[in-house]
């Protein structure tokens, strides 16, 4: 991996508060707040942005442009549009570090290359049936918010630019 960064995503969730939100607040539902938990506590080991994958909207910034419910269902993004916007944020060669479904994983690995994707539900499976946990997207999100250190070990560390 020749990246000099990294980058953080979460998916948009399906429960959505009506109105005009920032992303971080438009959803609202469990298995959103424990991935973006789990990636903030990433970040307070490992450096990078964080972004979440909308449906809709593709890459977006947790804070600043707000948007309005819509059901997220409805796929409209595609690979070329998130590989324009992550080439416009200079991340399309960033390792990134996804809190994610398998849908989602497989989406992100079109739009960034398969080896650039660390799938973090997917490394800690041992762990959360080690601790007697079974493996949900729940567990396996509460596990990664719980234990930043020991995830942390999954990433390959950018090298320095």
């Known amino acids: 991996m020749s990246s000099s960064h990294l980058l953080f995503v979460s998916p948009c969730g ?3 508060r009506p109105g005009m ?9 469990r298995l959103f707040e424990l991935r973006r938990k789990a990636i903030k506590s990433l970040r307070t080991i490992n ?8 449906t809709r909207h593709g890459l977006i910034e947790p804070r600043g442009t707000k948007y309005a419910m819509y059901d997220a269902a409805d796929r ?3 690979v070329e549009r998130v590989q324009a916007q992550a080439a ?4 399309l060669d960033a390792q990134v570090i996804a809190v994610a479904s398998i849908g989602d994983i497989a989406f992100l690995r079109e739009v ?3 080896d650039q994707v660390v799938d973090m539900c997917r ?3 041992p762990d959360v049936r080690a601790g007697g946990a079974a493996v949900k997207p729940l567990a396996m999100a509460k596990y990664i918010a719980d234990n930043p250190g020991r995830c942390s070990t999954y990433i390959k560390k950018p090298s320095p630019t």
Do not use: C, N
């Open 14 to 16: 399906k429960e959505q």
């Open 21 to 29: 939100h920032e992303p971080a607040d438009l959803y609202t539902g």
């Open 47 to 54: 450096r990078g942005p964080a972004f979440i994958l909308s």
């Open 76 to 78: 409209e993004t595609s």
């Open 88 to 91: 416009a944020q200079g991340m």
């Open 112 to 114: 960034f290359g398969h």
């Open 123 to 125: 490394e800690v499976i």
